[in-house]
């Protein structure tokens, strides 16, 4: 047992922070920090920044021409970025299609994608989930039909996260309705400058435009735009949703929130004290400071083990639920430390730099809040992660 | 004892309810939260000539109510349609302070009130003092037999439809004191006035006040001067026992929207509802409901009692716990519908959570408890 790093992972992470003091703007951490969007541009220059530097695309494969960081070494640069309000890297190319095509996609594929997921000019977004098919994602109805050289697509996706920014989409296709039901889905590549592709923005109800309605009228794909075999796409599916799990307990995003509310109720004062004095705020933040220590520990156990080759399984389901609990905690004592400056809804703190209403600290925390409800839904719900670490525990 | 309506309060309950029902849609509601006035005019007028606003008030001030069970009864129902009408700004607050402190030239004003003529909005809150009620740094000087006010006021709900604010300012006595704090009614166009004004994120509209020099003839004066502090806290009674029942109406919408979900959402082709898991949550929302009219029940029933204040204390403490559970767990068992603007249950959650802001939240009624609890 040895609760430290080791002196190159204590070197690595000074590494990481001196290149995110000298390379990461003020601007935009202040930016991140207000929870304020940074629109399109905004995250392809942070990873423009990163892949200059190398540092993009850390988790592939030094044969894709990646740095191959170990799961220690993921964590720290994840945890140094969330504490330094770094932009978050947007997954859907890097963690998730790259991964894919690593493993199962063709020469061809691998040549013509992997590289525009580096240089930008590619924004992908995930097409799984459906109106019907959530939870049940396996109960997909979006259809790929085989014509020539080609599928024909109809259906609809929704949900999609930043679809509006995106000009490439990975789809989850039913191509053998036949078929039960895992084992007639295929996985493909679609160019979203394709006559009959519809987006539609989809607002939350902090009133970002985060997500998207996609429909599919008739739209023609090419066949070599299918990953590995027709039919297959689940295996590649689980695989994707599997794989790139390190950063899935949010510890930094966690530590930087916890931070935040430290920060304010420093400043907030209750009863001519300041919050931080007040029992009861002191108390609720203390119980998910304690929480957030065995967190970060939990992590740490279980990305050492994935570290010495051992796959995370339930584990990781668990690190999902404890870590997006913890988070929507910070996030709710965030909005209890703002008091009535809680209410006004900053939309000028979403989309410009007006003056802020109240402390530049209020803004965006009750959007927050109620945006990061999220946490618990998607990436698999946690009522479906707790159903995976009962039946896998369990045994019987 | 006797848990049923009275009659005509029944009569209002089952008025109110239908009216809101037929009318304010969620598509009617979401076009008003689009808007940029924050309320609907003709909805607050057509309310008040349902009467829901003389409901709120005595018959020797015009009303016909005024009692704790008719502002829960009213509330109940505003909350239960996410009503985003400044009613408990206008009529709770501003109209509860008129009629206990108005001189004989500032009563009739109620009038216009009831009859939905008249919007008021309360200014007490300031940018430092979050939910201490005593904390005023706005000052009240005299000079040349007129009062002059300078000071800045923080969220004041309905400030920019308001024709006067009800603003509170120390006369004499430090920050803290509960004596020394005087109300002043302020039209809304009076010189050194000005608002900056912005929506707000459960609906509505707020504004940051700032009074620069604003000079008012002493007549202004709500009440007795430095003596402001009780006829507030006696308003703020009535505001507490509102937004509790406010929240119960919203929780009890939420829970019916998710157990009409629960049956009708299919995932593994069969409803979720049919899931365990979600069926003991489910289960312990309605305990938590029921915890939570009863706690409204109290309050409503304690309004004009030696109790007031610990009874108030005791059901917004419930409330905001039962509230946040309720919020949280209506949107998860919905998954990801839930999260986009333009469901009914997102705004209701909205209502419910942010209700928690206004007069404090469940540690500072917490707080109160105990203190008075031990007094
Ligand atoms: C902000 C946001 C961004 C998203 N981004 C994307 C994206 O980019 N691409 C994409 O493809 N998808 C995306 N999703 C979709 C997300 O993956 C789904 O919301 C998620 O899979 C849940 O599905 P659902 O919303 O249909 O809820 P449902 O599956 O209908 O679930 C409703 C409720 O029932 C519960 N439930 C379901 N089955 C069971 C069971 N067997 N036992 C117990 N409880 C159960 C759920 O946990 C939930 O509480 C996003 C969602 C959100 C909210």
Redesign the interface.
Known sequence: MDLNYTDEEKAFREEVRAFLAEKLPKEVSDKVRAGISLGKEGHERWHATLNEKGWLNYNWPREFGGAEWNAVQRHIFEEECAMAHAPRIVPFGLSMLGPVLQKFGSKTQQDFFLPRILNGAHWWCQGY?EP?A???LA?LKTRAVRDGDHYVVNGQK??TTLGQYANWIFCLVRTDPAAKQQEGISFLLIDMDTPGIEVRP??????TPEVNEVFFDDVRVPVENLVGEENKGWTYAKYLLTHERTNIAGVGFSQAGLDAVKRIARV?????RPLAE?P??AA?LARVEIDLMAMATTNMRIISRAAAGQAPGVESSMLKVKGTIIR?EIN?LA??AV?????????EAVEGDNDP??PDYAGPV??Q??NN??L???GG???IQ??IIAKVRMGG | MDFTLTEERQMLQDTLRRYLADRYTTSVRNGILAGDTGFSPDIWRELAELGLVGALFSETDGGFGGAGFDIATVFEELGRAGVVEPFLDTAILGGRLLAALGNPEQKPLLERVIAGDLHLALAHGEPASRYDLSRVETTARAEAGDIVLNGRKAVVVNAEAAGFLIVSARESGGFFDLDGISLFLVPADSAGLSLRGYPMLAGGRAAEVTLDEVRLPVSARLGEAGKGFGPLMDALGAAHVALAAETLGAMETAVELTRQYLLTRHQFGRPIGTFQALQHRFADMLIELEQARSAVINAAGHLETADRDRQNAAARNLISRAGRLVAEETIQMHGGIAMTQEYELAHIAKRIVMAEHRFGDADYHLERFIALGAA
């Not at chain 1, 989809?202 to 009133?207: A, K, Q």
């Open positions: 989930s019907g959530g939870s049940d109960s929704t949900w989809i607002v939350l109800l902090d009133g907030e004062c209750a009863n001519g007040n009861h705020f609720r929507q709710d909005r209890r008091g009535p400056y809680a209410m006004p809804f900053a939309s209403i109240g009750a959007a809040y109620f409800r999220k618990s839904i998607f719900s946690n009522e707790r159903g």
